[in-house]
Structure formats: structure tokens, C-alpha cells
């Protein structure tokens, strides 16, 4: 692991700075301001090389076309072809429930899901007895706070409003003693260096866990590309979203392969049951599911 330490005026120079030297799939350990320069110390973890062994090697022509039809990059397709799928989809990707320590901070581009997936994570919460902090950090998109504050008047929790950084640390001062909190963040453009350390702030404001919401569906390389670039900023696990409508889950995968762990699953537009755990077999049962048969609201290929 090569460990840099990067400097600048703001922290979007440092972490532009962080970007140009070691590439998108540098890990951001630390930041502090010293005087007037912000540091950042980062690392760049080499990867392990792909290993096939000797034998009769598969190709991508030689996929199953339960897996060939899903568009993902061939290194990860071959992987998930050597063994059974369950098995090689725990060694090849991680899967971990949510972490919930922290406050949940959710990231993602527009339209990702992110403020559906917060009114779905804070019904959940509601309904076990533990009635959740509920926090959004998008004030520019239209209808953003009043189609979460619909949801939280249902749910009769409180939504705080809170687009700045000292404003949403003073939010959560709320939060009582092992309290869920759920904050929804702005759709960001993580190449925009302004919007990134926006994003940054607010992370480190709110001292909250960032979490990727990435819907299923995008391009392979434009979902990796993504989730290196939210990786960059601090994200270790991801919420894919859209698993009950799209049918080619190349890019779920290709994301998850940077380094995030797969946690939840949207499932349907409902907020009561539309997240469902992700575990390898849930996601093998997906993958494997015949082009065009009905999937249940569990994702699975009805009977």
C-alpha cells in the first residue's frame, strides 16, 4: 500500500491533488487543517492479480448465458463462472448489513434513489420501536424535501432540514444515545472537484458513515467508474436500488467490485417492504433467473 500525504488551500485542491497522483482508486484515510492548509493523507492499495488456472481456461464466449447477459466486465465474469455462484459471488464481492454506529449518510449521483431509499430505511427503523433521526441535505432539487417530508409526516417523525455543514452537525445533536439517524444526501457529481467537497464537509460535519445508493441498470464501466470516484470520498457500502425492475445486474457487480459491500436491496417502490438484505445466495438466485420470467417482490424468479 503506498501512503501520500497532499496539500492544498481547500479540500477540494488536496483531494484534486489526491486524484491526480494516485487515480480514482485511491482511499482517503484522514484530513485536518494545519494553519491554513488542508491536508489529506491517502493511499493507493495495489490489487491482487487474477489467477486462472491451468486447465481449459473459460473465455467470455464461454460464459453461461445466465451470466453472459448480465454485461459485466469479463475479469469479474470469470470469476463468478469458476465456481458454484453463490460461493464465488462471497469471495469475489463483500456482503455486510448496514452499519449504524454513525449516522447514515446517503450518497449517490441524481436520481439514484437515495431519498426513497431514506423514507424506506426510516419505516423500517419506525417499526421496530426505534424511531430514527431524520435528516436531508438536499435543498437544491425541486420537491426534494417535501417528497420526504410526506413520508415522515406518515411516519410521524420529525424531518430536519439541513443543506450546510454546521447546520446539519447542529441537527444532529438531536439524536439521542444510540438513536438511528438517516440523512439524505444531494444528488453529487463526485468528478465536479466543488461538489465532491461539498460532499466532503457534510461527511465530515455530520462524523456520519457514507453509504452508496447506485440504482442496477447503468453500464458496467460507468457504474465501477462511479463507485471508485464515492469510494474516493469515503463510501464502503452500497444500496443497490431498481432490483425489481432491471433485469441486467452487470453494473451492481462492477461497482460492488472496488471495494463496497453490498447491504440492501430495493425492491419496490413500497416504503414498508421495499428493501430486502443482500447475501449471496439472494443475488445468485437473481442472477441465474431466466430473461423475462416475473420476478416476486423478493427479487426472486417466481414459480
Known amino acids: 500500500m503506498r501512503v501520500r500525504v497532499f496539500q492544498g488551500r481547500s479540500a477540494s485542491q488536496a483531494l484534486a491533488a489526491v486524484r491526480e497522483a494516485l487515480g480514482e482508486e ?5 484530513t485536518r487543517r494545519v494553519g491554513g492548509i ?3 493523507t491517502a493511499a493507493l492499495e495495489v490489487e491482487e ?6 486447465g481449459a481456461p473459460l473465455t467470455p464466449a464461454d460464459l453461461p448465458p445466465a451470466l453472459a447477459r448480465h454485461n459485466m466486465p469479463s ?6 463462472a469458476a465456481a458454484p455462484l453463490p460461493e464465488a459471488l462471497g469471495e469475489a464481492l463483500a456482503f455486510a448489513p448496514l452499519p449504524t454506529e454513525r449516522p447514515i449518510l446517503l450518497v449517490g449521483p441524481p436520481g439514484a434513489g437515495k431519498t426513497l431509499t431514506c423514507a424506506k430505511l426510516a419505516a423500517r427503523a419506525t417499526m421496530a420501536g426505534q424511531p430514527p433521526l431524520v435528516v436531508t441535505a438536499d435543498g437544491a432539487r425541486a420537491g426534494a424535501v417535501e417528497q420526504l417530508a410526506a413520508f415522515t409526516r406518515l411516519l410521524r417523525l420529525t424531518l430536519a432540514v439541513a443543506a450546510q455543514p454546521e447546520v446539519l452537525a447542529k441537527s444532529l445533536r438531536r439524536r439521542e444515545p444510540g438513536q438511528p439517524a438517516f440523512l439524505d444526501g444531494f444528488g453529487c457529481d463526485p ?3 466543488a461538489q465532491a467537497a461539498r460532499l466532503h464537509r457534510l461527511i465530515e ?13 447503468l453500464d458496467a464501466e460507468e457504474a465501477e467508474e462511479l463507485a471508485r470516484a464515492f469510494h474516493l470520498l469515503g463510501a464502503r457500502h452500497m444500496i443497490a436500488t431498481r432490483l425489481d425492475v432491471a433485469r441486467r445486474l452487470g453494473g451492481i457487480l462492477a461497482a460492488a467490485s472496488v471495494g ?3 447491504t440492501e436491496a430495493g425492491i419496490g417502490p413500497q416504503v414498508a417492504r421495499g428493501l430486502a438484505p443482500l ?4 443475488l445468485a438466485q437473481r442472477l441465474l433467473a431466466p430473461a423475462g420470467a416475473p420476478l416476486d417482490l423478493q427479487g426472486e424468479c417466481a414459480a
Not at 492479480?49 to 491451468?54: D, G, H, Y
Request: no cysteine.
Open 26 to 30: 485511491a482511499v482517503v484515510l484522514g
Open 205 to 217: 460535519a455530520a462524523e456520519a458513515t457514507p453509504v452508496l445508493v447506485l440504482p442496477a441498470g
Open 191 to 193: 468528478f465536479d472537484a
Open 38 to 40: 488542508v491536508e489529506v
Open 49 to 54: 492479480p487474477l489467477l486462472i488456472p491451468p
Open 75 to 80: 475479469p469479474l465474469a470469470l470469476r463468478l
Open 260 to 262: 463496497l459491500a453490498l
Open 279 to 282: 447475501s449471496a445466495e439472494w
